[in-house]
């Protein structure tokens, strides 16, 4: 599963809600967020209107890593 090339940081934030995250910070363009599942985890977007691919890859990397979840179950539940 291919996941989608023109998220917005806001759908990604929105996206992420079912793991957990929530925005604890914003710094400029950068939103902090956090979630406490599996221990605590902090992940750094740019607040953009459009998030690169390799950003939204390198994001799904560490939430692969953190929650020890296959890729396709993990892009099942935020894209599927």
Do not use: C
Not at 8 to 35: I, N
Not at 45 to 71: C, E, S, Y
């Amino acid at each position: 599963m291919k996941h989608p090339r023109d998220l917005s940081a806001d759908e990604l934030v929105h996206r992420l809600k079912p793991l957990g995250y929530r925005v604890t910070r914003q710094v400029g363009s950068h939103m902090r967020l956090t979630t406490e599942r599996n221990g605590q985890h902090h992940i750094t977007i740019p607040a953009h209107k459009q998030v690169t691919i390799g950003k939204i890859n390198a994001l799904l990397w560490d939430l692969v890593q953190h929650f020890r979840m296959d890729r396709k179950e993990l892009m099942a539940l935020l894209f599927g």
